[in-house]
């Protein structure tokens, strides 16, 4: 799987460096309490952090979300990467998402591919205009960041496999009227210089999780705490 990640921080973001750093004590307060399977399971999640490369660059300003990626182009390497926000989580077992937009940008020789659904609210969200190539697969025509009239109720979910042609475009994208760079505007950048850029709906099985909220974040942790006790049950 990935093992090496960059993390786009800002000013009072400590607590995410904190995070992955292995905190012994809280093991001890799990064991001591009868909780030693909670403790085995955080300590698979330190074993992965021991095995993997972890770099945090920061960001002086919110500058918008293309700023936020442009600042990863050292840590790339001119590799293609996988961006993903902090406020977008997409359960699915075996993390099969990924591999799923992996295998897209692959076999198509992308230069973006990101996730989508089908959403009540388009406005609130990027929207996308595309030509249907397969049962999931589309090929991306057009992409506006919430629209007043949306094209379509297909919104981009926060997962993105990319080129390094991205960090062109975004050099080129122009700041919106809040001084910001908009991800999305350079992803339309692309389609509208002809790149090859495709957008992945979620299939059976697969569900975003919008943590973007105070309210959006408390469903969050329920979603994801009944999602894992099925797969621990399944897996019995």
């Known amino acids: 799987g990935l093992r090496e990640f960059c993390f786009i921080v800002g000013r009072g973001k400590r607590a995410i460096e904190d995070h992955f750093n292995k905190d012994s004590g809280f093991l001890n307060f799990l064991r001591a309490r009868g909780k030693g399977h909670l403790a ?3 300590e698979d999640f330190y074993a992965k952090i021991e095995d993997s490369i ?14 936020a990626v442009l600042r990863a182009r050292p840590f790339t390497s001119g590799e293609p990467f996988i961006v993903h926000a902090g406020d977008d989580l997409v359960l699915s077992k075996g993390n ?3 591999k799923k937009l992996v295998d897209v940008f692959l076999d198509k020789r992308a230069d973006a ?5 089908e959403v009540e609210n388009p406005s609130a969200y990027g929207v996308v205009s595309v030509e249907r190539l397969g049962e999931r697969l589309y ?12 094209p379509s109720n297909l919104a981009a979910i926060a997962i993105y496999a990319f080129s390094p042609a991205i960090y062109d475009a975004i050099k080129r ?8 760079i908009q ?10 210089e002809g790149r090859p850029v495709y957008a992945l709906k979620l299939g059976e099985g697969e569900k975003r999780v919008d943590i973007g909220t105070p309210e959006g974040y408390w469903r969050a ?3 994801t705490l009944a999602f894992s006790l099925s797969r621990t049950f399944n897996s019995r």
């Open 173 to 180: 994208t122009r700041p919106d009227k809040a001084g910001e």
């Open 40 to 42: 085995s399971e955080l």
């Open 113 to 117: 591919v990101f996730l989508i659904e």
């Open 183 to 192: 991800l999305t505007n350079a992803i339309g950048l692309l389609v509208h």
């Open 54 to 67: 972890i770099m945090f660059i920061n960001q002086p300003e919110p500058r918008g979300f293309g700023d």
């Open 221 to 223: 942790l329920s979603e």
């Open 96 to 98: 099969s998402h990924i």
């Open 139 to 150: 090929k991306v025509l057009d992409i506006v960041e919430k629209p007043s009239r949306p």
